[in-house]
C-alpha cells in the first residue's frame, strides 16, 4: 500500500523559507514521478510541481516558479519541496503526491502557514 | 491560460446516479489527458477514486466509475449513499507537463 508521510510545515514569516520533505514506503519510490499539490484552507486543490522518477526534470506551477523547488533522494525514499521567499497566499496544506502523469496517491498533508 | 472546469455543485437523491463533468476551457479532455477523480472529505485528505479516465483505486466500489462522455471526463455515482457527500476533484494532464485541477464539485445527497 502507498504510504505517504509529509512533514516539516509550520509558520513562517513572509520572505521565509521552509523545506518540506515527505518519506514514503509501499512502492518503488524511483519508479514514480511525485508532485506536490497545496491547498489553501477552504479553497480547492492546487497543482505545485512536478519531478519525474530520476530527478533529471521538474517543472512547477507559474506561481511559485524561481521560489521553490522540487528535489528528491531515490536511496532515502524522500521526496523534498524547499520553499523560498514565501509571501501570504503560498498558506496552505501541501500534499505529497504520487501519479504518472497526475496526481493519484495521497499523503495526509502539512500546513504551511505565512504570515507576520 | 486553459482552465479546467467542473460544476460548482450538484445534488442528488439517496439511491440515485449522478454524472459530474470535468472540461476544458478550451479544447477537448481525452484519455491523453489521464483524467483522474478525487474525493475529499472536510478536513481529510484527497482520496482518488478513479485514475487514467476509468481505472477504479484499490478499495473503490463498482458505483464508482470514470468515462469520456463527449468532450469532457465524467464521473458517474450509481446507488449515491449520504457518505457520498463531499467535494470530488478531477485533475488533468495538460500536455506539457503540468496538471491542473477543476475547481471541485461539492455533492450534496439529499
Known amino acids: 500500500e502507498v504510504h505517504l508521510v509529509e512533514s516539516g510545515g509550520g509558520l513562517v514569516q513572509p520572505g521565509g523559507s521552509l523545506r518540506l520533505s515527505c518519506a514514503a514506503s509501499g512502492f518503488t519510490f524511483s519508479n514514480s514521478w511525485m508532485h506536490w499539490v497545496r491547498q489553501a484552507p477552504g479553497k480547492g486543490l492546487v497543482w505545485v510541481s512536478r519531478i519525474n522518477s530520476d530527478g533529471r526534470t521538474t517543472i512547477y506551477a507559474d506561481s511559485v516558479k524561481g521560489r521553490f523547488t522540487i528535489s528528491r533522494d531515490n536511496a532515502k525514499n524522500t521526496l523534498y519541496l524547499q520553499m523560498n521567499s514565501l509571501r501570504a497566499d503560498d498558506t496552505a496544506f501541501y500534499y505529497c503526491?504520487?501519479?504518472?502523469?497526475?496526481?493519484?496517491?495521497w499523503g495526509q498533508g502539512t500546513l504551511v502557514a505565512v504570515s507576520s | 491560460q486553459t482552465v479546467v472546469t467542473q460544476e460548482p455543485s450538484f445534488s442528488v437523491s439517496p439511491g440515485g446516479t449522478v454524472t459530474l463533468t470535468c472540461g476544458l476551457s478550451?479544447?477537448?479532455?481525452?484519455?491523453?489527458?489521464?483524467p483522474s477523480w478525487s474525493q475529499q472529505t472536510p478536513g481529510q485528505a484527497p482520496r482518488t477514486l478513479i485514475f487514467?479516465?476509468?481505472f477504479r483505486s484499490s478499495g473503490v466500489p463498482d458505483r464508482f466509475s470514470g468515462s469520456i462522455v463527449g468532450n469532457k471526463a465524467a464521473l458517474t455515482i450509481t446507488g449515491a449513499q449520504a457518505d457520498d457527500e463531499c467535494d470530488y476533484y478531477c485533475v488533468l494532464y495538460m500536455g506539457d507537463g503540468t496538471s491542473a485541477f477543476g475547481g471541485g464539485t461539492r455533492l450534496t445527497v439529499l
Open positions: 503526491t504520487r501519479g504518472n502523469p497526475v496526481p493519484n496517491s
Open positions: 478550451s479544447g477537448s479532455v481525452s484519455s491523453s489527458s489521464y
Open positions: 487514467s479516465t476509468n
